[in-house]
């Protein structure tokens, strides 16, 4: 029907037609004159009958009709493609409201896969995307080093490669240092309650560089970072709104940070979330460019690259001029030369775009979820048009009425584009409820902690999202019932309503094929959530090195204004750490400056065994921190070999505790016997250290990772003159009997009776620690679990259709064959193996793909290889014992035909 | 619409098909038309105006049919329709597509006995 010369004319139809709208009033003219000749004929031929004129004349009228026809005429006239789509959408629209349970069906699932499909891709979009709101984002980078000897990446930066980059780099616009931290504020007058607030100390031009204005006042300045210079601060939005209930004459309004006045000079906007999003507070780093030394990679820094440069130009540009830092500041460290650091840790410089580095942790996460979400997605789409092709199923006889009766297919096709168009769009409406909810859900509740999160809205790009997605889907839908109703030709329907035995295959071939995708992309699913399910069970039988049930933890700051001295400060944290032992239900507490597997102070030095040092060769670095006796019994950290800590008031400064990991690298005994006694430096001219104790290994810094090396250094009252090893920043563990967030409670008010001014924050039992360690990967999990979950049931209900379609298509055979002395258990198992069939080619699809994908979750893997075979076969098993399930019921059905009816089925 | 009382409506693709069968004769006015079919069907098949006039406009528009003014024989201006070549094509395609229908038809008819 649809031959080239045919769809000229038909052209030439259109094109007449087009011209015919500029002529309607002709054309109206000739249409009543036609209509008049029409009467005047009928009449004539009333009369021929032997009618009066009048009454020929007025009967004619009559059975003309009124004038509703004429405009009818007049429309078919006139009508143009979208009238006729407008009618065939009042015929869908009518027809789809008949079929509630069809419809209700494809909304819902529309609706969820592209809603889950829009909030995932609004979430992607913000935070991977989109720009930064900084001027001119693109040119804005980070830059740090790895030091690869020691295997020590992202270390930052040390302030003389800083000044050296920023000197001698040709590539750079600028750069500026910046270090995070916490400041103790109080007011000016010293009265209210102080607050720990998350700061940023930076280079005069930090914010200049990102080209942000302050909101209200100014921003920091080159002026104010001069050394010397009276301390000013610029406040962040948040802060502004919290702490200074959005007063608008903040400006000029003194604080105390850590003790020293400081003018508030400055708002920043809520946009400005550099270096975090938690930054409350900016002050100037007045770094002292003519010290002694320059080095401690405990610096950061950002620059604005020239135009039209990459990063990797930039880190070559950086290398080439690094080694000048040795001449400009050759001390590093004292007694440490900055010659041995570059050359002998090898340190390299790495340039990461800004946008990337920002997202760099949770990209591959977001990434992982939006596949996840795809998926769903697409075995959505592939149950609609599954769906569509049921309803088309069901509606052949009237389809190929119409078609026979000289509805064009072009009309066929366009009637099944109308309808999933117009189940589409009001699934964009619902589609857009759930994406505003699912991202609503993330932003406020994210078990995971996803940077520019805050920036995420629910906007027009969502929407655009929702409409392009749903009308793709909506296409496709039409396609799939289309192109089978084509490929069988056009009066298939009415051929296949004959009693043909073998009637049918060509309307299986289309649903089989979604159906074998919907089994493969289960597959991959499943797959994908048994790895990671895998990986969690193993991650959680892990042994951490300590034992978090029951230990309640808390961080206390010890202002430097109220314990300047190191005998005072340490007599406070042990007057604290008595008093917590002595809690009701505590069997043990003590102090530490840091925790396994948490983000504070993680302080990494070189260690020099007795002998070894000189500045010429770097060893590998060790965590340090400090503790107290209390502290490896809270924990349940073993003792391996010698003693642990004893009272700070006796405890000698440089006695102390290493790790079994140390005792085995660097003093090669992991039992840890013939290390006792052992003498060490961390620095080349440093004081010596000796090692009393060796505990067991704790896995510091993730699960994942074998235990680290550490070194514990004594917490000890007589140790004013040694260069600070307890931060200020503090730690209390407690070990209870009883509830852990009572002990938490209680700790908190042994700190307020002992000092009301000090602050406390992250009250966190030990065991929420661990599973904070691991939310990400449970985050990935549950996300992965569920699209698993979804595809596997819309994949079994797919084949469950597919063979009940068949059953019923082969009604007449199976009952001819029942007839004929097959068994039921044959005829079942018959039925069974179609379906068997279409999950062994699914599975054989999906192993394919997830062998391409599974590579992608490396990262989140722990102890497991992508292409696990135990995980692939529980995962086969697992979709062939569902397609089974699927397939039992009409299986079951087929086999208890009664051959007499059966045979007598259309 | 009285002229339709006693004959049933008539579908619209049956009506289409009716029109090119009415017209591989000779070309016609749609009166004529009317006539004819009433004729053919021993009066048993009445076409309403209301539909036929539609009908005829959506088969030019198809290009199946085409149209011209011209004098009939008692000298009145009238509005003649004639069948085109792809106008002759669907009418062949119709009437299969109608053989296999009430075949079709007949089966069922037959099976509700």
């Not at chain 1, 407008?86 to 419809?103: E, K, N, Q, Y």
């Not at chain 1, 990797?312 to 007694?335: C, F, H, K, N």
């Not at chain 1, 924990?635 to 990991?661: C, H, Y």
């Not at chain 2, 069907?41 to 011209?68: C, H, M, T, W």
């Amino acid at each position: 029907m649809t031959r080239p010369r045919n769809r000229w004319r038909h052209l030439l139809g259109e094109l007449r037609r087009l011209a015919g709208t500029m002529t309607a009033d002709a054309e109206e003219r000739a249409m009543r004159e036609e209509m008049r000749f029409h009467l005047d004929m009928h009449a004539a031929k009333l009369r021929d009958q032997g009618m009066s004129d009048d009454e020929s004349r007025r009967r004619a009228a009559l059975a003309f009709g009124g004038s509703q026809w004429v405009d009818a005429a007049r429309d078919e006239y006139r009508s143009r493609p979208l009238e006729e789509s407008l009618r065939d959408a009042r015929f869908v629209v009518r027809s789809l409201g008949r079929a509630p349970a069809f419809t209700g069906t494809v909304l819902l699932t529309l609706a969820i896969g592209i809603g889950a499909a829009a909030a995932i891709f609004t979430v992607v979009n913000d935070v991977v995307v989109r720009p930064l709101p900084y001027g001119h984002p693109e040119q804005l980078a980070s830059v740090s080093h790895d030091l690869t000897k020691v295997s020590l990446h992202d270390a930052g930066i040390a302030p003389a490669m800083y000044l050296t980059y920023r000197r001698s780099a040709r590539m750079l616009r600028e750069i500026t240092l910046y270090r995070t931290g916490s400041v103790d504020a109080s007011d000016a007058d010293g009265r209210g309650d102080s607050q720990l607030l998350a700061s940023a100390s930076v280079s005069g031009n930090f914010m200049s560089l990102f080209e942000v204005p302050a909101a209200r006042g100014r921003a920091l300045s080159v002026a104010d970072d001069q050394r010397g210079a009276p301390l000013v601060v610029v406040i962040s939005d948040a802060l502004w709104r919290t702490r200074f209930g959005a007063d608008p004459n903040v400006i000029g309004k003194k604080l105390l940070a850590d003790g020293e006045l400081g003018e508030i000079v400055g708002v920043m906007p809520a946009s400005f979330r550099v270096p975090t999003a938690r930054t409350q507070l900016w002050l100037p780093l007045r770094l002292d460019t003519a010290a002694a030394w320059l080095g401690g990679f405990n610096s950061r820094a950002y620059a604005r690259l020239a135009n039209n440069v990459s990063t990797a130009a930039v880190q070559r540009d950086l290398s080439s001029v690094l080694p000048r830092t040795a001449e400009a500041y050759p001390l590093i460290a004292p007694g440490l030369t900055t010659k041995v650091i570059l050359e002998q840790a090898n340190a390299v410089p790495t340039v990461k775009w800004l946008r990337d580095d920002l997202v760099a942790d949770v990209a591959p996460t977001l990434w992982i979820v939006a596949a996840a979400a795809g998926l769903v997605l697409l075995v959505m789409g592939a149950n609609v048009a599954n769906l569509m092709l049921v309803r088309a199923e069901s509606r052949q006889r009237e389809l190929a009425v119409r078609a026979a009766l000289g509805a064009s297919r072009g009309r066929l096709i366009l009637h099944f584009l109308t309808e999933s168009l117009i189940l589409a769009v009001p699934a964009w409406g619902l589609a857009f409820g759930v994406a505003a909810l699912a991202v609503r859900m993330l932003v406020h509740s994210s078990p995971i902690e996803i940077p520019r999160l805050a920036e995420v809205r629910v906007d027009w790009v969502t929407v655009l999202f929702i409409i392009v997605t749903s009308v793709l889907v909506a296409v496709a839908c039409a396609f799939a019932p289309a192109a089978r109703w084509f490929r069988g030709g056009v009066f298939a329907g009415l051929r296949e309503s004959g009693r043909a035995a073998t009637a049918g295959r060509g309307r299986v071939r289309t649903r089989s094929v979604l159906v074998t995708v919907q089994m493969a992309l289960a597959l991959v699913a499943l797959v994908a959530s048994g790895l990671l399910l895998k990986s969690f069970e193993r991650l959680r039988a892990v042994k951490p090195g300590f034992d978090p049930d029951g230990v309640a933890t808390l961080w206390v700051v010890a202002p430097e204004k109220r314990y300047p001295r190191q005998v005072d400060y340490v007599r406070f944290l042990t007057e604290l750490a008595n008093r917590v032992r002595a809690l009701p239900g505590v069997t043990a507490g003590g102090i530490s400056t840091s925790l396994p597997l948490h983000w504070l102070n993680h302080n990494k030095d070189p260690l020099f065994v007795e002998g070894t040092a000189t500045s010429k060769a770097i060893p590998p670095l060790q965590i340090y921190s400090a503790a107290d006796a209390g502290y490896f019994r809270a924990m349940r950290i073993p003792l391996v070999a010698g003693k642990l800590f004893d009272p700070a008031e006796t405890q000698r400064w440089n006695e102390v505790v290493v790790s079994q990991a140390t005792a085995k690298d660097m003093f090669g005994d992991s039992t840890g016997a013939t290390v006792i006694g052992k003498r060490f430096q961390n620095l080349p001219n440093g004081p010596m250290y000796t090692v009393v104790g060796v505990v067991g290994g704790v896995r510091d810094t993730s699960l994942m990772m074998p235990p680290v090396r550490a070194v514990y250094e004594p917490a000890v009252v007589t140790g004013d003159t040694i260069e600070g090893s307890l931060g200020h920043t503090i730690a209390v563990v407690a070990r209870t009997r009883g509830d852990v967030a009572a002990a938490e409670r209680a700790i908190r008010g042994v700190v307020h009776d002992l000092d009301p001014t000090v602050p406390t924050f992250e009250a966190r039992s030990m065991a929420e620690v661990v599973r904070a360690s691991t939310a990400r990967l449970a985050f990935v999990l549950v996300i992965l679990g569920a699209a698993a979950g979804v595809t596997l049931l819309l994949g079994i209900v797919g084949l469950y259709g597919v063979i009940a379609f068949v059953v019923s298509l082969r009604t007449r055979e199976l009952g001819l064959r029942i007839a004929l002395g097959a068994t039921p258990r044959a005829v079942a198992a018959m039925v069974s193996r179609g379906g068997l069939a279409l999950s062994a080619a699914g599975a054989l699809g999906g192993t394919v793909v997830a062998a391409i994908v599974s590579r992608f979750l490396r990262a989140f893997l722990f102890e497991v290889t992508p292409m696990d075979p135990v995980t692939l076969a529980v995962a086969i098993l697992v979709l062939t014992a569902s397609a089974l399930a699927a397939s039992w019921i009409p299986a079951r059905r087929a086999a208890r035909l009664d051959p007499a009816r059966a045979l007598r089925v259309d | 619409m009285p002229a339709n009382e006693s004959s049933g409506e008539m579908i619209q693709g049956m009506l289409d098909m009716l029109i090119l069968k009415a017209l591989s004769l000779a070309p016609m006015h749609g009166w004529g038309i009317t006539e004819r079919i009433h004729q053919w069907s021993d009066e048993a098949l009445a076409v309403n105006q209301g539909s036929l006039y539609p009908a005829l406009y959506r088969l030019k528009r198809q290009g199946f049919i085409a149209s011209d003014w011209r004098t009939t024989e008692n000298n009145r201006r009238a509005r003649y329709y004639s069948l085109t070549t792809a106008g002759r094509r669907q009418l062949a395609a119709e009437q299969r597509g109608w053989e296999r229908l009430s075949r079709g038809i007949e089966l069922v008819l037959r099976m509700q006995q």
